[in-house]
């Protein structure tokens, strides 16, 4: 099992978490490729929209993979992104300002926001443990 981390705005999280899907850095197939079934992963939005300036930074959605499907969903005429389904779970929004400096795969605490601009990118099992913990009351 593999612990992945995808940028993403909150508004745009919020309508994969409505229909059990999500896209990648742009609607690219190659990230979606790299995970398994029952992978997780945890969503950070760095802004409420994505268009708009208004900080979020926060983890947003938390889930696994469902299903070894990648897939193409048109949008319009000129943008047809990849999807992969997703088994959301029921979370609460976690702010990273009190984790960041117990994450290691921030490894430049004072350039901390770096690493999220990858959009998408694997992290240690102890540090996935450690987000779910905050996000989901078991």
Not at 72 to 79: V, Y
Not at 85 to 100: F, K
Not at 118 to 126: L, V
Request: contains cysteine.
């Amino acid at each position: 099992m593999r612990y992945w981390v995808v940028v993403v705005s909150k508004d745009h999280i919020a309508r994969g978490v409505a229909g059990s899907f999500m896209q990648a850095n742009h609607g690219k197939a190659a990230p979606l490729k790299r995970m398994a079934v029952n992978d997780w992963v945890v969503f950070y939005s760095p802004k409420q929209t994505m268009s708009g300036n208004v900080p979020c930074q926060a983890f947003t959605a938390i889930g696994q993979v469902a299903d070894d499907e990648v897939y193409q969903h048109k949008m319009s005429d000129d943008f047809i992104p990849y999807r992969r389904n997703i088994n959301y779970h029921h979370c609460t929004e976690t702010p990273i300002a009190p984790l960041r400096n117990k994450l290691a795969f921030i490894t430049n605490k004072s350039a901390w926001g770096y690493r999220f601009r990858f959009g998408f990118f694997e992290i240690p099992a102890a540090d996935f443990n450690l987000i779910k913990k905050e996000m989901i009351s078991e």
